[in-house]
């Protein structure tokens, strides 16, 4: 997922706070939608995620939903996103 951090605005010069965190989403929904839509896996990720941040309407119903998330030691993380970690501590844009 290519989710980028919400940047923060921020008087003083502390630096922020980011970690690692490994998330759980569980749905279970009922969808109108296109059917082909529906045949592409990435696609169709991307419309439910999309219509569960909107909330339930005429062509959604949520029947669960359960979502999770918990910090970890970022020594766990892959050495990919402990680089990121670094740059995102060390980027003036963030502060």
Do not use: W
Not at 7 to 33: A, D, M, N, W
Not at 57 to 64: E, H, I, R
Not at 74 to 92: C, D, F, G, V, Y
């Amino acid at each position: 997922m290519n989710s980028k951090p919400v940047k923060r605005q921020s008087s003083s010069s502390e630096t922020p706070e980011v970690g690692v965190y490994e998330c759980e989403v569980h749905l279970k929904f009922r969808l109108i939608e296109e059917k082909q839509v529906v045949g592409d896996r990435d696609h169709l990720l991307e419309t439910l995620l999309d219509a569960v941040a909107c909330g339930a309407d005429d062509y959604l119903d949520d029947l669960q939903v359960e979502v999770t998330a918990e910090e970890l030691a970022e020594i766990q993380a892959s050495p990919r996103m402990r680089r990121q970690l670094i740059r995102l501590r060390n980027s003036r844009e963030f502060l």
